[in-house]
T-cell receptor, first 113, second 112 residues
Framework: DAMVIQNPRYQVTQFGKPVTLSCSQT?????MYWYQQKSSQAPKLLFH???????NEADTPDNFQSRRPNTSFCFLDIRSPGLGDAAMYLC????????????FGPGTRLTVL | GNSVTQMEGPVTLSEEAFLTINCTYT??????LFWYVQYPGEGLQLLLK?????DKGSNKGFEATYRKETTSFHLEKGSVQVSDSAVYFC???????????FGKGTRLHILP
């Protein structure tokens, strides 16, 4: 059973054309995360939500925005994608508490033309 | 701040060889420690975890022991298979922290 679902799996956009990636979860976890992962690198945290409380990483560009309308869904908006934003975008969820691991979705691979 | 250091890859081994991937950490307090695995084109999957000192996490023949005295959480497997080829990430989660800190990842290639 899919637990963290990301759509689409592959997204192609044009330079400067806004794009939205979506994530949904069936785990009812409080915390949701968005990561950017470039080839052969570790995932880089962009932001996370604890319930509706939004936490932005200090080095996340303003070009990246997020929405979490309810517990199950979270969206990543890239307002004006540049060539450097081509990457795999990973959504993850977890319960609160340091003993709890993150559950990752399969990722959306973004190509910027 | 918290950090994780793991051995650089790629690591190339023959099938049935013994595997060790080193991981050390810096953290205040007593973090929980994790190993994640990422197969090509997929998201990360939890491989194993340990939440307190001297705990041993194990799964699919992989093991790692939480060593507080050496701040280490090395991943081991006695006999690797071609299907173990992937990227492995060591990670920690600290006290009252929603974030997980990842190491840079180690790519493992297993040759038949």
């Amino acid at each position: 059973d899919a637990m963290v679902i990301q759509n689409p799996r592959y997204q192609v956009t044009q330079f400067g054309k806004p794009v939205t990636l979506s994530c949904s979860q069936t785990l009812n976890h409080n915390v949701m995360y968005w990561y950017q992962q470039k080839s052969s690198q570790a995932p880089k945290l962009l932001f996370h939500y604890y319930d509706k409380d939004f936490n932005n990483e200090a080095d996340t560009p303003d070009n990246f925005q997020s929405r979490r309308p309810n517990t199950s869904f979270c969206f990543l908006d890239i307002r004006s994608p540049g060539l450097g934003d081509a990457a795999m975008y990973l959504c993850a969820t977890s319960r609160v508490g340091q003993d709890n691991e993150q559950f990752f979705g399969p990722g959306t691979r973004l190509t910027v033309l | 701040g918290n950090s994780v250091t793991q051995m650089e890859g790629p690591v190339t081994l023959s099938e049935e060889a013994f595997l060790t991937i080193n991981c050390t950490y810096t953290a205040t307090g007593y973090p929980s420690l994790f190993w994640y695995v990422q197969y090509p084109g997929e998201g990360l999957q939890l491989l194993l975890k340990a939440t307190k000192a001297d705990d041993k996490g194990s799964n699919k023949g992989f093991e790692a022991t939480y060593r507080k005295e050496t701040t280490s959480f090395h991943l081991e497997k006695g006999s690797v298979q071609v299907s173990d080829s992937a990227v492995y990430f060591c990670a920690l989660r600290g006290n009252r922290d929603d974030k997980i800190i990842f190491g840079k990842g180690t790519r493992l290639h297993i040759l038949p």
